[in-house]
């Protein structure tokens, strides 16, 4: 008797083809809407995730535990930091920048794409919340896939809009599949917008497999860093001072997210002396934040590649090198004072080296080789609107930086914040120049 | 030529016995002795791993066994000279793979006789010990020494052929480029012969081997008894797969028997490799077979100690036949035990862990990729 080969229906296929169907439904509400009705409620949801004693707020914290491994402690203050600024103001302000004109950008209409499709990535909640609000912001329905570690922050998102406004919560259906399920991939990436989130290669996937009509907007592989002048360690107070801010940006999320510093320059012709002041001063602050803000889930093979960085820089000591290493007595924290500006791997988790560099240029040549893949950058100890600094910043930003700002806040981007150097909602957004008078000029 | 010293050509001439020894032996004690001497020989005459072992308080007076010689970091390799001998009397250095411009670690011989010995001792016991004594067609997917000078793997390749092959061996990738086709042909002219050939190589040119023949629709059938060795991993190569996948495609595409398909674990910075024991041991547990010359502790990167069984942990290992370098090397790579002590163990794959960061990345992952294969 032959065994027949049986090919069951997808299951998660069929589910996702019902959830376009109800998104194209959606879409006709969501057009019909002023603007001040898809704005107000999505600011009334920001102030919910915000407010820390709102169920919402707690779930998100529950959910980003169980689900990422971070600890209660980092989750509640990396949110605290991350929402402080992300208002309903502030987003109805993003808007307005973006939109001065409802459904019009220099006379020419905005049309909304029928559907958008949005990969979310990473574990920190805040990208993400943001990513799945910003379709239904240029009006267009927002089927999600979400992260495999942040399966959570859509449908919470969901949820709450629903609860705030049952008809443009059905403006968002979250899907989720993995990425190897062909049968979803495919009519998940077939809507006209797809936005995505992730490594390099799951870019470059996911445009390969789209049609040149469609729209795609990639946010890859991105890493920020720390900066700080070397006179500014002078003294003791300001090195503790400066180094409690740095240890906030390095410990919230585990130093795993794209504004999480990989590494901190010190510039400045006294950058050696300097550094050595800076590790003293940061060993004593990483230290406190493991108390308060405990390391969470690591994999194995991350702490065994922090020993063995640990190890290489003993052996390297050991070979006349002359580098420093402090690090707490497991792998909760680790820091390298190196000798040169020269990249090093870097596993993160809580794992920073320091490089003295005598000048700027000394610091543009060596970041170079990051070129393009460069976020943020915490910039201490440069007196603002002075030559120096603005020349720092324009080499910095040559090199991709897309956003400065002071240490202990690389983790607290304003909502609307140019990531990767882009507006957050013009990327999402399709003209029609009608040539008709009354939607001109 | 230049005289060794006498005490090193003592601690050779003894590892070198212990390594021509059949059938293998373990002797706890004699490997203590031997490695205990030759942590005294290499802290003497490696200055900078004396200072990495003085950093940690630990002299060849201090010690009391084995496994409180301390282990350097694989990295290490690339960041200095780790020798044991004058620089002039170095005949053959070993680089581990890299680009130009890129950091590469160096294993430095002043002999090559402990790891000739050493490498021919476990391809006889582990992979070829039915086949002789008649010499095989062996294949490899490799370039050959000549063409790899600084390849450990190439070297290595050398000498088994020059000891085992037969005449119609020889190595299958010239100028860099996997020669597929000349290869296919070789091996579909030999399927209707009765003698066993062995194939071995990298894992990534067996990988682009498999899609060559899998985009000709082709299957091969070695003769019985042909079997398989791959060794290395994917990073920055072709695409990757996982190590049961490709064995179970190797057996499928080739028509060997799977437990003849068998995995090497070795790296540049040691001397010994480490075979699967699926030949030895068919009906047993899969695991590496640690040679008696070898030890392998598996350590607990928070505490540094010795896991418990059936945990995980680093892959750290003692080659007493490392004598003109540093014979405690400690690995990233992770690993488990299969039946404790010397028995053997698995060495676990690693998650990339990508996804999960998000657009974040570790900048040495990203600097890596930026680079040409």
Redesign the interface.
């Known amino acids: 008797m032959s065994n027949p080969t049986i090919h069951w229906p997808d299951a998660r296929a069929e589910q996702l083809q019902a959830a376009r169907g109800r998104l194209e439904v959606a879409a006709q509400g969501l057009a019909a809407r002023h603007r001040e009705d898809v704005v107000r409620p999505l600011g009334q949801l920001l102030e919910r995730f915000r407010d820390p004693e709102s169920r919402w707020h707690q779930a998100l914290i529950d959910g980003t535990v169980e689900q990422a491994g971070f600890s209660r402690e980092t989750v509640s203050a990396g949110l605290k930091l991350g929402l402080a600024n992300w208002s309903a103001e502030a987003l109805a302000e993003m808007v307005q920048r973006e939109f001065p004109t409802e459904n019009k950008v220099g006379g020419r209409k905005l049309v909304p794409f029928p559907m958008t499709s949005v990969v979310l990535?990473?574990?920190?909640p805040m990208?993400n919340l943001l990513a799945s609000m910003m379709p239904l912001l240029v009006g267009s329905p927002a089927l999600i896939k979400p992260?495999?570690?942040d399966a959570l922050t859509p449908v919470l998102l969901s949820h709450c809009l629903s609860d705030l406004d049952a008809e443009l919560g059905a403006c968002i259906e979250v899907t989720p599949f993995p990425s190897t399920d062909t049968a979803c991939l495919g009519p998940f990436l077939s809507s006209e917008c797809v936005v995505a989130?992730?490594?390099?290669?799951?870019i470059r996937e996911i445009a390969h497999q789209l049609a040149p009509s469609q729209r795609f907007v990639g946010?890859?592989?991105?890493?920020s860093l720390a900066v700080v002048n070397a006179n500014t360690l002078r003294q003791r107070n300001h090195s503790d001072e400066l180094a409690r801010c740095l240890s906030a940006d390095i410990a919230l999320w585990d130093q795993?997210?794209?504004?999480?510093p990989?590494?901190v320059y010190v510039v400045g012709e006294s950058a050696t002396e300097a550094t050595s002041r800076l590790l003293e001063s940061l060993a004593d602050a990483l230290a406190d934040r493991a108390q308060q803000w405990p390391r969470g889930e690591v994999?194995?093979?991350?702490?065994?590649?922090?020993?063995?960085?640990r190890?290489?820089a003993?052996?390297?000591?050991?070979?006349?090198e002359d580098l420093q290493l402090l690090h707490s007595r497991?792998?909760a924290w680790t820091i390298i004072a190196e000798t040169s500006g020269e990249?090093?791997?870097?596993?993160?988790h809580r794992f920073i080296r320091l490089h003295p560099v005598a000048g700027h240029e000394a610091l543009l040549r060596a970041v170079q080789?990051?070129a393009g893949?460069l976020s943020s950058v915490a910039l201490a100890g440069f007196e603002s609107a002075s030559p120096l600094r603005s020349s720092l910043v324009n080499g910095l930003a040559r090199l991709g930086v897309c956003r400065v700002c002071p240490p202990g806040l690389l983790q607290a981007p304003a909502l609307d914040w140019p990531h990767d150097g882009r507006a957050v909602l013009q990327p999402l957004a399709r003209y029609l120049d009608s040539g008709n008078p009354e939607h001109g000029h | 030529m230049a005289t060794r010293n006498s005490d090193r050509a003592e601690l050779d001439h003894s590892i070198l016995t212990w390594i021509n020894e059949t059938p293998w032996t373990q002797d706890e004690e004699r490997f203590d002795i031997l490695a205990r001497q030759l942590f005294a020989h290499q802290f003497a005459r490696c200055a900078?791993?004396?200072?990495?072992a003085q950093?940690r308080g630990l002299t060849p007076e201090s010690i009391e066994s084995w496994h409180e010689i301390p282990a350097?970091?694989?990295?290490?390799f690339k960041?200095?000279a780790l020798r044991s001998f004058p620089e002039s009397e170095t005949k053959k250095t070993f680089r581990t793979s890299g680009t130009s411009g890129q950091k590469r670690g160096e294993l430095h011989l002043d002999t090559l006789s402990l790891y000739e010995a050493s490498l021919l001792a476990s391809l006889r016991t582990l992979l070829l010990a039915d086949l002789e004594p008649r010499r095989t067609m062996i294949r490899v997917l490799a370039p050959s020494a000549e063409e790899a000078p600084d390849s450990s793997l190439s070297h290595m390749f050398s000498v088994l052929l020059k000891d085992f092959g037969s005449p119609e061996s020889g190595f299958d990738v010239t100028d860099g480029t996997l020669q597929d086709a000349a290869l296919i042909e070789r091996l579909q002219a030999s399927s209707s012969s009765n003698e066993p050939l062995v194939l071995c190589g990298t894992a990534f040119a067996f990988v682009h081997l498999l899609d060559h023949l899998g985009e000709r629709k082709l299957r091969l059938a070695c003769p019985p008894g042909s079997r398989i060795m791959e060794t290395g991993g994917f990073k920055g190569r072709s695409r990757e797969v996982s190590r049961d996948v490709l064995h179970a495609e190797l057996a499928r595409c080739f028509g060997i028997k799977p437990s003849l398909v068998i995995n090497q674990y070795g790296m540049t910075e040691l001397g010994s490799q480490f075979y699967d024991s699926r030949l030895v041991d068919p009906s047993g547990s899969n695991r590496k077979c640690v040679p008696p010359w070898v030890r392998v502790r598996l350590v607990d990167?928070?505490?540094?100690l010795e896991v418990e069984p059936g945990e995980?942990g680093?892959v750290t290992i003692y080659d007493l036949a490392n004598t003109g370098s540093v014979a405690a090397v400690?690995t990233?790579?992770?690993g488990r035990w299969i039946s404790g002590g010397t028995g053997g163990f698995e060495v676990l794959g690693?998650?990339s862990?990508?996804?999960?960061?998000?657009?974040?990345?570790?900048?040495?992952e990203?600097?890596s990729?930026?680079e040409p294969y």
């Open positions: 990535a990473g574990a920190i990208p992260a495999a570690r989130s992730g490594s390099d290669e799951t946010y890859g592989h991105k890493l795993l997210g794209c504004l999480s990989a590494c994999p194995e093979e991350v702490r065994a590649a922090i020993k063995q960085q190890d290489e003993e052996m390297r000591r050991a070979g006349g497991d792998t990249w090093r791997p870097a596993p993160l080789p990051m893949h | 900078p791993y004396a200072r990495f950093g350097v970091p694989a990295a290490a960041e200095m990167p928070e505490s540094s995980t680093m400690q990233a790579d992770l690693r998650r862990g990508e996804e999960e960061r998000g657009c974040s990345i570790a900048a040495d990203m600097l990729r930026d």
